[in-house]
């Protein structure tokens, strides 16, 4: 009989996520996320009209893994140019760096409407959020358990090479040995007439 595998582990929302999102001058800008944030994306690029997809705040859980509730992302169009002008006005009033646009940008906008006049806040959080995604993507690759994982920074109780090791729940997958090579075949008088056999 084949070994099941164990139930996947539910881990508990800790909170909303709150990147650290940096200034050109390195310095970290003060954000605290608020319920009516939202996460947009920019989703597509055509011509001189971009689509982002919409949706709330995400929550962020104890392994560190964005959450984002409802029923996903709601798309909102704009004009390239426009869009464009706004966000390197508000890049730079943030101190962050003023760049073209590009598909995967994400931005935190506090009172999103679908004219950016009334936007009350944009921050441009595309390196955390590409980080966490990344990181999301490790985690399923690399099978670890997360029952031996604690919150998501908390320190280690025991930092001893032995206990840094992870817990896989599926082993890794160990090399087959390869047999020694055999030495070349030796010439046979049947071979003379054929010099490729």
């Known amino acids: 009989m084949?070994?099941?595998?164990?139930?996947?582990?539910?881990?508990?929302?800790?909170?909303?996520?709150e990147p650290e999102i940096l200034r050109t001058?390195?310095?970290?800008?003060?954000?605290?996320?608020?319920?009516?944030?939202?996460?947009?994306v920019l989703d597509e690029l055509i011509s001189?009209?971009?689509?982002?997809?919409?949706?709330?705040?995400?929550?962020?859980?104890?392994?560190?893994?964005?959450?984002?509730?409802?029923?996903g992302s709601e798309p909102v169009g704009f004009g390239r140019?426009?869009?464009?002008?706004?966000?390197?006005?508000r890049r730079e009033s943030?101190?962050?760096?003023?760049?073209?646009?590009?598909i995967g940008d994400v931005l935190m906008v506090r009172g999103f409407g679908e004219k950016t006049?009334?936007?009350?806040?944009?921050?441009?959080?595309t390196a955390p959020a590409r980080k966490a995604a990344s990181r999301a993507g490790l985690r399923a690759v690399a099978q670890v358990d997360e029952s031996a994982a604690g919150p998501v920074g908390a320190e280690p109780e025991n930092t001893d090479a032995e206990a840094s090791e992870p817990i896989w729940r599926r082993a890794p997958?160990?090399?087959?040995?390869?047999?020694?090579?055999?030495?070349?075949?030796?010439?046979?008088?049947?071979?003379?007439?054929?010099?490729?056999v």
């Open 2 to 17: 084949y070994q099941q595998r164990a139930e996947p582990r539910t881990t508990d929302l800790v909170g909303l996520w």
């Open 25 to 40: 001058d390195e310095k970290v800008i003060e954000f605290a996320p608020e319920p009516e944030d939202m996460y947009v």
């Open 48 to 71: 001189d009209q971009v689509r982002l997809a919409v949706s709330p705040w995400p929550d962020v859980d104890e392994a560190g893994r964005l959450r984002f509730s409802g029923s």
């Open 81 to 89: 140019d426009e869009l464009q002008t706004e966000l390197d006005l």
């Open 94 to 102: 943030e101190g962050q760096q003023p760049r073209p646009l590009r």
């Open 117 to 125: 006049e009334g936007w009350d806040r944009v921050l441009d959080v």
């Open 173 to 196: 997958v160990q090399p087959t040995p390869t047999p020694a090579a055999r030495p070349p075949a030796e010439a046979s008088p049947g071979s003379v007439s054929n010099a490729a």
